[in-house]
């Protein structure tokens, strides 16, 4: 819009986002390829008004987000109830990267015991560095003011976030140009 001397208020963008965001998130993620076969778990918290919740986070070895969910516990009925809801939507892996959480044992052993889970605190490195953006983010917003405002963006955010920034540092020039005119056009 800037191109075209088109001045937007930034409350108008906000708007736009939480009417139509859902909405493209749901779009990118029909349109974008079979995740890979190996998914990186990790959880980090997040203070939404001095109250610690749970930001729970599905990257494939690509280091697309798959899933997020926010939840005020850190136990194994929540990585179950997480892990329930990554499967529903994108099948069952081949492996599982973990941390050294015990809930994510226990939730793997009744969902999916055919899966190999690795459970390592050096392996999940992928699922670590995708928490970068949401603290920057958050960092920008102020903090989120609640649960709900979170799930509603930080979703919206992952996947615009997955299409808008390809890895440049493993892309040509050429290349590059025609990733971000593919998400343009998307």
Not at 3 to 18: A, D, G, H, P
Not at 83 to 96: E, H, S, Y
Not at 161 to 178: A, E, G, M, V
Request: charged fraction near 30%.
């Amino acid at each position: 819009m800037a191109e075209r001397s088109v001045i937007v208020l930034y409350e108008s963008i906000q708007v736009w986002c939480q009417r139509f965001g859902t909405q493209i998130a749901a779009k990118i993620r029909r349109d974008r390829p079979a995740p890979a076969d190996k998914w990186h778990l990790d959880e980090v918290v997040i203070s939404i008004r001095g109250r610690k919740h749970w930001l729970w986070r599905a990257v494939d070895a690509n280091g697309d987000v798959l899933e997020i969910l926010l939840q005020s516990r850190r136990d194994a009925h929540a990585a179950k109830r997480f892990l329930n809801k990554l499967m529903k939507r994108w099948g069952v892996p081949r492996v599982l990267v973990t941390n050294k959480l015990r809930s994510y044992g226990a939730a793997v052993r009744d969902l999916c015991p055919s899966v190999d889970h690795r459970s390592h605190k050096g392996l999940n490195n992928q699922s670590e560095a995708s928490h970068r953006h949401t603290r920057r983010r958050e960092k920008t917003m102020g903090r989120f003011k609640s649960p709900r405002q979170a799930q509603n963006f930080l979703p919206v955010h992952d996947q615009t976030t997955n299409i808008f920034r390809p890895k440049r540092h493993s892309l040509s020039t050429k290349s590059y140009r025609q990733s971000r005119a593919d998400a343009f056009s998307l």
